[in-house]
């Protein structure tokens, strides 16, 4: 016999883990297929396991695609946009923080702020016609460059600076330190969990970008992942699925890593977003 | 640039208003708009409950394993919408997809996600809320461990149901929350553009096609480089709207 609390337990874990099961389950069903062959993706009714594992696809995915360029390519240029970006959000930050007297610092702030209403998508056609112009299509400034200024990232570590006390930058200035030294030694370490949140949201908002690169890029040695496999799927003719699960869970499986190392800054970044906005 | 046409070679040609003229006129905008709305108010709903009602049972005290269950929730986010969009081309496969096999062992005939005019907008909602609960789940569980312990003491003591709890102080102290993620959620929905375009590639006949689509289409396959920049002020000029009047309602409510 069951007790009436022991049941409501039990019916409140079944959700729980269901609802574990619905996230989790196209990442099974990807990983498992990325070892099937193309015939056996097609087939029905489906398999979980596949019959005989095609290690192959992952071997042949760089034979059709220069893959490990675009695997390059997304590592390098997530890496120098989630740099330069917080770089940029950070001193920033400080200046709109901590330069109070500075003519016009509130105007600044708030077209800073109203640049974090006006979506990626709008500002596309404009930027890829100044690309064009200055010939940085195909081009890695071209990928990192123009969203490093993120109103978003400027606001938070801005928020975040406020709470340092002047007394500590006055202290520093009164023996003689210049601006770049008070910033690097004295307010890049207190922000720095601020810092790596940031950051690991900026490297993965970069890593997994389509629109952009899709716009900005047109030859495959310098695609980004996403638009590779995007490639890949929008063939006219039999669409390598097999070869696509291999991409897909290729690129997939590094991002699972970096979110499960850094998930507490992540998750501590978009909570601060939310409960500050 | 919205004020002339150019192929994106030579020169332009100014045209006045004339771009805009034609957004208003353009039946593909129309039907466009009207599947970015749709999605944007089916998806929404959907999303935003299914997060709050995760939230609160996550916020449960007696929750074991909460660590593991909020990684596990958080996992689709953290993935690229291109990853997720391949993945769910063929889960929702018409004639192999997974999907269709659970759907046809419980005695229903298979459903055609992606190749029909009446499923294809419902299976980008289906992604769209399969991607974005777990991502405001973790937003509003951090709104509720704000919320005083003590408000639901007084109501344990005044005898107040699990129900009457969450209608009369969750659904009321999250408010700002709500209204923030409801915001997010409206401007990226109307900034949907990846889903559509690996999953269907806006068909069958335009029934899957989002505003951000055909400002895709419209500037870099047609090369309407003029026609793309109006309707990129166009969308801004919904987004601002759209956000401008949520804000106004939400503030407004809270005076009340």
Request: aromatic share 16%; charged share 10%; glycine share 8%.
């Amino acid at each position: 016999m069951f007790k009436k609390e022991n049941i409501s337990t039990y019916v409140f874990y079944i959700l729980l883990i269901t609802g574990v099961l619905i996230s989790l389950l196209p990442f099974v069903w990807m990983i498992t297929s990325s070892f099937k062959s193309l015939a056996e993706i097609s087939e029905y009714p489906p398999s979980l396991i596949p019959n005989k594992v095609m290690w192959n696809n992952y071997v042949d995915v760089f034979d059709t695609v220069p893959y490990g360029r675009n695997l390059f390519n997304s590592f390098f240029v997530a890496i120098m946009y989630t740099f330069v970006g917080v770089l940029i959000s950070a001193t920033g930050g400080y200046a709109l923080s901590k330069y109070r007297d500075a003519p016009g610092r509130k105007l600044f702030f708030a077209v800073i702020l109203s640049t974090m209403m006006i979506p990626m998508q709008v500002l596309a056609i404009p930027l890829y016609i100044m690309m064009a112009r200055i010939g940085w299509i195909n081009s890695y400034p071209a990928l990192i460059l123009p969203f490093a200024a993120q109103g978003f990232g400027l606001f938070m570590l801005k928020q975040y600076i406020d709470g340092i006390p002047d007394d500590l930058i006055e202290a520093a200035r009164i023996d003689g330190c210049g601006e770049f030294r008070i910033f690097f030694q004295i307010i890049f370490p207190v922000i720095k969990p601020a810092v790596a949140a940031l950051g690991t949201i900026y490297f993965m908002n970069n890593y997994n970008l389509f629109f952009w690169p899709l716009i900005v890029t047109n030859k495959s040695i310098m695609y980004t992942v996403p638009v590779a496999i995007a490639q890949l799927q929008g063939q006219q003719f039999g669409i390598p699925l097999h070869h696509i699960m291999a991409a897909a869970t290729l690129s997939t499986v590094p991002l699972i890593i970096i979110f499960l190392y850094f998930q507490k800054y992540i998750i501590s970044g978009i909570t601060m977003g939310a409960l500050k906005g | 640039m919205s004020l002339h046409r150019w192929g994106g070679l030579g020169e332009a040609t100014f045209t006045g208003v004339a771009n805009y003229l034609r957004i208003f006129g353009d039946s593909t905008f129309h039907t466009a708009l009207k599947n970015t709305i749709f999605m944007w108010l089916t998806s929404t709903p959907l999303i935003l409950g299914f997060a709050l009602i995760l939230a609160v049972m996550l916020n449960q005290k007696k929750v074991k394993f909460l660590k593991y269950f909020r990684v596990g929730y958080f996992m689709p986010f953290v993935t690229s919408t291109v990853v997720v969009g391949v993945i769910f081309t063929i889960l929702l496969d018409s004639s192999f997809g997974l999907a269709n096999f659970f759907i046809e062992s419980i005695g229903f005939e298979k459903i055609p996600f992606l190749t029909s005019t009446a499923w294809s907008k419902i299976s980008i909602v289906i992604v769209l809320t399969w991607r974005w609960v777990g991502y405001n789940t973790i937003i509003m569980l951090a709104g509720l461990q704000n919320i005083p312990e003590a408000l639901y003491e007084a109501a344990d003591i005044d005898g107040g149901t699990t129900f009457q709890k969450f209608f009369h102080i969750t659904v009321p102290m999250m408010r700002p929350i709500i209204l923030f993620t409801f915001i997010l959620s409206t401007i990226g929905s109307f900034q949907i553009f990846t889903e559509p375009y690996i999953m269907t590639g806006g068909g069958p006949m335009q029934s899957s096609l989002s505003v951000v689509q055909y400002l895709y289409n419209s500037g870099f396959q047609q090369f309407r480089m003029g026609y793309a920049s109006a309707l990129s002020y166009v969308l801004f000029g919904i987004i601002f709207v759209a956000s401008y009047f949520q804000l106004k309602i939400g503030s407004g409510e809270e005076g009340i």
